[in-house]
């Protein structure tokens, strides 16, 4: 079932500007744009794409020897 990216954001308890934010640079596989608004299916998943295993921690240090 498509909802609004309001409903959506409310429901992961995001802003609403955040998820539209990766609608437009592609994150979302269902988003859709009609008309003007923004719509998503109320099943897909809100993975969240960045590095907490701290791989880049300190990586300029790193490069300066």
């Given amino acids: 079932m498509l909802i609004s990216l309001a409903e959506y954001a409310q429901m992961h308890g995001k802003e609403v500007s955040g998820i539209r934010r990766k609608c437009i640079n592609g994150g979302?596989?269902?988003?859709?744009?009609?008309?003007?608004?923004?719509?998503?299916?109320?099943?897909?998943?809100?993975?969240?794409?960045?590095?907490?295993?701290g791989k880049y921690r300190n990586w300029r240090k790193e490069k300066k020897e």
């Fill in 28 to 53: 979302f596989k269902t988003a859709q744009k009609i008309g003007r608004n923004w719509v998503i299916d109320s099943e897909e998943p809100l993975v969240d794409q960045r590095v907490t295993s």
